[in-house]
């Protein structure tokens, strides 16, 4: 019984997005072929335990799930006489009966690509794209989607269903977008996976300052992107999808030194390097060559690169803050931001001189827009506090303050302005 | 799929045009036509809201006010009607209605009843 239980859990992670992607092409509608499969899951664990577990567990779900789906469409084409369904229900019969053994097919059709442009489609709102992305690609249930958002289940299950209804109602294509549209649509797309992984890596909110899963969900689906893309003729080896890969790699790295015993955030320059993921530096490392081979330089490219000399630093030391600083003077033509500005500055500063960076930093023209960023506060602290200005800097920790969320971030910056009062004498540690 | 192309545009700022800017917008229309006869159904250019009026049926009365339901920045200006087999049409097709640039296209499914 465990080692059904197990079997249809592996299937499940392994090939949920795969199963449900391929149904979603045959019926052009999300809410029954996410039904359909429940269907099937439940079908094996009723049969598996009996007849065996399958030769190929995702063919027979697939299989199951399709026979399902034809169920189902026919009583409401009967119910109905839709015309609509009744068509669908014709391919979808012509598909499963023109494969031979299509009782267990081998190969299921990838269509995983289709359904990742369907979901991150711009006329859907991002934080929809999100929720569809998570839910029909990385088979995260609805009730793992809202807490990891810190979302009520019925707002997150109301959303998933909106998303849902507009697909089938606007008409979204379930398809990949024309050449002319491929790039801007792939931006699209990064732009959803990367929101997910920084939701992992910082929580917005609350006392969790890391949720692993959502980064590792991240990756995962970011390395299935690079993959379609790579095979997919029409498509090709992306840069950019390589570039982003490596960058969520290399940050994912740090994992276990970001947070010590305690729960408590540690800067990078703070951070215990022998904790850092060797295996997973590498393996990012490499992917960042690979994309950097293609020759096509882009925003995730460029971060990737800086997140990869903070990881070959064995101390912080010996990081390379001249290339990180002309990295992210780079990055600022390419993607202008006031927080790469904000990064830039303190990548100057470094290599500098903390005066060098508070120069640059009043005079950012965008300061504007950080007035409001605790991130902005707490880097000008920073710096103000290694040139020696106690008392300017104790305002802008308590500036920073005011207007961060996040609990862990919170205590870290409440230690910072601490250690400030009670050894005002004492040079803090660099 | 049938999408109705709403066009909404700032009416005041299209009643400052020139004789010559007129032209080049009727101009930019008509292209827009010509390249795009195979998916139009038909559309058509409205008057401007303060010819508008709006009714209410409210306890059996009808209640007529002057001007459109809610003053916004934008205004209908006009429509198309179109047929496509996806939103990706639609939406370039409404891209290239001479008021995407100014204004702003709200591309609407049809609802179809069979």
């Known amino acids: 019984m465990t080692s059904v239980a197990t079997q249809l859990e592996t299937a499940y992670r392994q090939d949920y997005g795969r199963i449900l992607a391929s149904l979603i092409g045959a019926v052009r509608d999300f809410g029954l072929a996410e039904d359909a499969l429940q269907e099937a899951m439940v079908a094996a664990l009723e049969s598996w335990p009996v007849s065996g577990i399958p030769a190929n567990p995702a063919g027979w779900l697939a299989a199951v799930a399709r026979r399902r789906a034809i169920d189902r469409l026919r009583r409401n084409a009967i119910l109905t006489r839709k015309q609509s369904e009744l068509q669908a229900l014709a391919e979808i019969e012509r598909q499963t009966f023109s494969v031979p053994g299509a009782e267990e097919p081998d190969e299921i059709p990838d269509e995983r690509l289709k359904l990742l442009f369907t979901c991150c489609h711009p006329a859907l709102a991002l934080d929809a794209r999100v929720a569809l992305t998570l839910r029909t690609l990385g088979g995260l249930r609805t009730e793992e989607i809202a807490s990891a958002f810190l979302i009520p289940l019925p707002t997150m299950a109301q959303r998933l269903v909106r998303a849902q209804r507009k697909i089938l109602d606007a008409g979204i294509p379930y398809a990949e977008p024309p050449v002319n549209q491929l790039a801007e649509r792939l931006d699209g797309v990064f732009a959803v996976l990367y929101l997910i992984f920084n939701e992992g890596y910082t929580a917005t909110a609350?006392?969790?300052?890391?949720?692993?899963?959502?980064?590792?969900?991240?990756?995962?689906?970011?390395?299935?992107?690079?993959?379609?893309?790579?095979?997919?003729?029409?498509?090709?080896?992306?840069?950019?999808?390589?570039?982003?890969?490596?960058?969520?790699?290399?940050?994912?790295?740090?994992?276990?030194?970001?947070?010590?015993?305690?729960?408590?955030?540690?800067?990078?320059?703070?951070?215990?390097?022998?904790?850092?993921?060797?295996?997973?530096?590498?393996?990012?490392?490499?992917?960042?060559?690979?994309?950097?081979?293609?020759?096509?330089?882009?925003?995730?490219?460029?971060?990737?690169?800086?997140?990869?000399?903070?990881?070959?630093a064995r101390r912080p030391e010996d990081t390379d803050w001249g290339e990180i600083a002309l990295l992210y003077g780079r990055l600022a033509c390419m993607a202008p931001s006031p927080i790469i500005e904000l990064n830039h500055a303190v990548a100057v500063a470094m290599a500098r001189g903390p005066e060098v960076g508070l120069a640059l930093l009043e005079q950012l023209s965008v300061a504007p827009a950080l007035e409001r960023y605790h991130h902005y506060h707490a880097a000008r602290a920073d710096l103000l506090r290694r040139a020696g200005r106690t008392t300017e800097a104790r305002a802008s920790y308590e500036q920073a303050l005011s207007l961060c969320q996040n609990d862990i971030e919170r205590r870290f910056l409440r230690r910072r302005l601490a250690e400030l009062t009670g050894h005002e004498k004492t040079p803090t540690r660099m | 799929m049938r999408y109705a192309l709403l066009i909404y545009g700032n009416e005041a700022e299209a009643q400052k045009m020139s004789e010559q800017e007129m032209a080049a917008e009727m101009a930019g229309y008509n292209a827009f036509g010509a390249n795009n006869q195979a998916s139009i159904r038909g559309g058509e250019a409205l008057n401007p809201t303060s010819s508008a009026t709006t009714v209410r049926l409210r306890e059996g009365k009808t209640l007529t006010t002057d001007g459109p339901f809610a003053e916004t920045k934008e205004q209908l200006g006009g429509f198309y009607l179109v047929t496509c087999d996806n939103l990706d049409q639609a939406i370039a097709i409404a891209a290239q209605i001479p008021a995407a640039t100014n204004g702003c296209i709200e591309v609407r499914p049809i609802m179809e009843f069979n």
């Open chain 1, 206 to 312: 609350g006392d969790t300052l890391m949720r692993r899963d959502l980064c590792e969900e991240a990756i995962r689906l970011t390395r299935i992107l690079a993959d379609l893309c790579e095979r997919d003729p029409a498509i090709g080896p992306q840069a950019e999808a390589l570039g982003l890969l490596a960058l969520m790699r290399l940050h994912h790295a740090r994992r276990h030194a970001r947070v010590d015993a305690t729960g408590e955030l540690v800067l990078l320059e703070a951070q215990d390097r022998s904790l850092w993921d060797s295996g997973e530096i590498v393996d990012g490392t490499q992917t960042l060559d690979r994309a950097l081979a293609l020759r096509q330089v882009g925003p995730y490219q460029v971060q990737a690169a800086i997140a990869a000399l903070h990881d070959q």
